[in-house]
């Protein structure tokens, strides 16, 4: 498999060579060049697979550059009933017939992060020790993401993470879950600032090439392909534990922030897995709904981000977006390449009255928006009826689901964090504390340890560099 540049301008490149690259070199993103097919007769074959074979036989078809013993035995280690708390790894709840929970958050850091990123952590730490290479993750988080990707680098060799964090704004769960970490190869470093400083520092960082280099600093953000691909796993599974035979379809619904969940469904679809729908669920930030309802694509400016109580969702841009749109324009990089430049001088574009509205049609894809008040009524509906509790992510993707269910399709609802990640709200909506899973009781009585630094990238750089001479 080869990969190429949504912007045309990158010669085609291995797995390993876009494994720890961020922004292809041209400013785009990677893309496999084709999308491996499964027929009828093959998905028979893979139906009773665990987890780990099954991701075994999807991922060896995008990384064919690790000998398969080898790429065999990382996928083993990564997805573990002692990881993932259940055999199944992403097991499926049934509430009613015809309607499932795909539980993805059930990794060490309670969200459905945990699932690609400890695949990354343990690929990044393969191909670093064979190249003898080294690898400085530096990023800012206002919670979630810091701590999977924390969670997933943690102990290995040849990487350190830098995870900067605004200084007493996130919520004690979280706090505890990443200051708590003892190995010396993670830095939490706590900002006397907010979260666009903690940001902006990583820019001014980034933008400092030869420091950059000198240090080997990357990042593990959403664009990351391999990611992207690790997510294709679970639709399949899911897809085989809602259905009995292969002559069955089903729908997803789906939480969606920066696109990546939504974008490996779509993927998913592309190589064959019988999907009739895949529906998006937006929170107030919306800018994915808006466009697949009306053709436009309108990134909002950072000061347009509400900040809401499904908080992984809130973001200006949809950073997976610009791959789906490669495909939806048939691969066209001049077409892709003219769009984007728009959009990079805060601009928008709009599909109306062109061909590629009838492909976004065929896409699967429908979309819709869920807020404050749907997400309160949809957690207490749910602990009701069912008696099963759904964080707020989770309730937008049940809001907006109910919504589009076709009558004789089973739905799945993706359910991508724990309720007790946000137990402050399930407290006030439902009178009680949500459960705390076995793998993270006692959290927040452990010891805690970061590093209080005021706004000050030179000081950060000061750090990095000190850290790692030692
Ligand atoms: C990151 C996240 C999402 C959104 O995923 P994208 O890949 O950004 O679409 C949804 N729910 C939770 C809990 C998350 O952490």
């Given at each position: 498999m080869r990969y190429i540049s949504t912007r045309g301008g990158m010669t085609p490149r291995s797995f390993r060579e876009i494994l720890l690259e961020g922004l292809a070199t041209d400013g785009g993103l990677a893309m496999p060049q084709t999308y491996p097919q499964y027929s009828k007769a093959s998905l028979s074959r893979l139906r009773k697979m665990s987890y780990a074979d099954l991701a075994f036989d999807i991922l060896s078809h995008y990384i064919d550059d690790i000998a398969p013993t080898d790429l065999k035995k990382l996928i083993k280690k990564t997805y573990t009933a002692k990881v993932f708390c259940s055999e199944a790894i992403t097991p499926l709840k049934t509430l009613e017939p015809g309607l499932h929970l795909l539980g993805l958050s059930n990794?060490?850091?309670?969200?459905?992060?945990?699932?690609?990123?400890?695949?990354?952590?343990?690929?990044?730490e393969f191909v670093l020790t064979s190249q003898k290479g080294q690898l400085n993750i530096l990023g800012a988080t206002s919670g979630d993401t810091g701590s999977a990707a924390?969670?997933?680098?943690?102990?290995?060799?040849?990487?350190?993470?830098?995870?900067?964090s605004p200084h007493g704004k996130m919520s004690r769960f979280q706090t505890a879950q990443m200051y708590s970490l003892s190995d010396p190869n993670i830095f939490n470093i706590a900002i006397k600032g907010v979260f666009d400083d903690c940001q902006d520092m990583v820019k001014q960082v980034s933008h400092d090439e030869s420091f950059?280099?000198?240090?080997?600093?990357?990042?593990?953000?959403?664009?990351?392909?391999?990611?992207?691909?690790?997510?294709?796993?679970?639709?399949?599974?899911?897809?085989?534990?809602?259905?009995?035979?292969?002559?069955?379809?089903?729908?997803?619904?789906?939480?969606?922030?920066?696109?990546?969940?939504?974008l490996a469904g779509y993927i998913a679809r592309q190589m064959g897995l019988p999907i009739h729908q895949l529906i998006l669920a937006t929170n107030e930030n919306n800018v994915l709904d808006e466009f697949f309802k009306t053709g436009i694509y309108r990134p909002r400016v950072s000061?347009?981000?509400?900040?809401?109580?499904?908080?992984?969702?809130?973001?200006s841009k949809?950073?997976?977006?610009?791959?789906?749109v490669f495909d939806l324009v048939e691969r066209d990089t001049h077409k892709l390449s003219a769009l984007w430049q728009a959009v990079e001088r805060g601009g928008e574009f709009n599909l109306q009255g062109t061909p590629y509205m009838n492909r976004l049609a065929e896409s699967g894809i429908v979309s819709g928006t869920s807020q404050h008040a749907d997400r309160l009524k949809t957690i207490r509906d749910i602990y009701k009826k069912y008696d099963v509790m759904v964080d707020t992510h989770t309730a937008d993707a049940i809001k907006?689901?109910?919504?589009?269910r076709t009558p004789g399709v089973p739905l799945i609802f993706l359910e991508t964090?724990?309720?007790?990640?946000?137990?402050?709200?399930?407290?006030?909506?439902?009178?009680?504390?949500?459960?705390?899973?076995?793998?993270?009781?006692g959290l927040e009585r452990l010891p805690q340890r970061m590093d209080v630094m005021h706004v000050d990238s030179d000081a950060i750089k000061d750090y990095i560099e000190n850290r790692c001479q030692s």
């Open positions: 990794g060490p850091t309670l969200a459905f992060k945990d699932l690609a990123l400890q695949l990354l952590g343990n690929l990044f924390e969670y997933a680098m943690r102990g290995k060799r040849g990487i350190r993470v830098f995870m900067l950059k280099r000198r240090f080997h600093i990357g990042t593990v953000n959403s664009i990351n392909w391999a990611r992207v691909a690790a997510q294709v796993v679970y639709y399949f599974k899911g897809y085989f534990a809602a259905t009995k035979n292969d002559s069955e379809v089903v729908s997803f619904a789906v939480p969606t922030g920066n696109f990546g969940n939504v000061s347009e981000v509400k900040q809401t109580s499904s908080p992984s969702m809130d973001i949809a950073s997976n977006f610009e791959r789906f907006v689901g109910l919504e589009h964090a724990q309720p007790v990640k946000f137990a402050e709200i399930i407290q006030e909506v439902l009178g009680r504390e949500p459960p705390c899973p076995e793998n993270c009781r």
